[in-house]
């Protein structure tokens, strides 16, 4: 035997090989295509029905989810709208009430100044003199006492014994 035999003998074998291998394959793709098939079917039996259910749901519920993000966004907007209005409302509220204390302390302030005015003033003018004519009185009074106090001395010592004064 040559090597062309030899040859030739070793390609026809490699192609009877893979002749049986492609018939193998063959005969598995087609097993697996029936599987397929089947599995295709069972999906359409119960996936599609679901599928087209829940397609419907959407197509009804589109507009509704539409209107409610519509609802959604403007009343956003209206309650940002009015929270900036509360906040401005607010801000002039805590401004006025700053301008009032501040008005109020003032005036607090100017009247306490007043008063401390007043009352120096009134003791100047009415205690001070109140005072130095009260003195004068009391020096008068002492004074007087004193002087009166002398003649009744004078009088009770000249009629009174000697005795009668030490007790």
Do not use: C, W
């Amino acid at each position: 035997m040559d090597s062309l035999s030899i040859f030739i003998a070793v390609t026809a074998a490699a192609v009877v090989i893979q002749a049986g291998i492609l018939v193998f394959m063959y005969l598995a793709v087609r097993k697996s295509s029936a599987e397929m098939e089947g599995l295709i079917a069972e999906v359409k039996t119960k996936v599609l029905p679901t599928a087209e259910t829940v397609q419907s749901m959407l197509a009804e519920l589109r507009p509704k989810i539409e209107t409610m993000a519509t609802n959604f966004s403007e009343t956003s907007i209206t309650v940002r709208n009015q929270i900036q209005r509360m906040d401005a409302t607010l801000n002039d509220v805590i401004d006025r009430t700053r301008l009032q204390v501040i008005r109020a302390d003032e005036l607090v302030g100017r009247t306490l100044d007043r008063v401390e005015h007043t009352s120096e003033m009134v003791h100047r003018t009415v205690v001070s003199p109140v005072k130095h004519v009260s003195g004068l009185v009391q020096g008068l009074t002492a004074g007087l006492e004193f002087f009166f106090a002398g003649r009744r001395r004078t009088q009770e010592n000249m009629g009174v014994a000697q005795d009668e004064m030490f007790i």
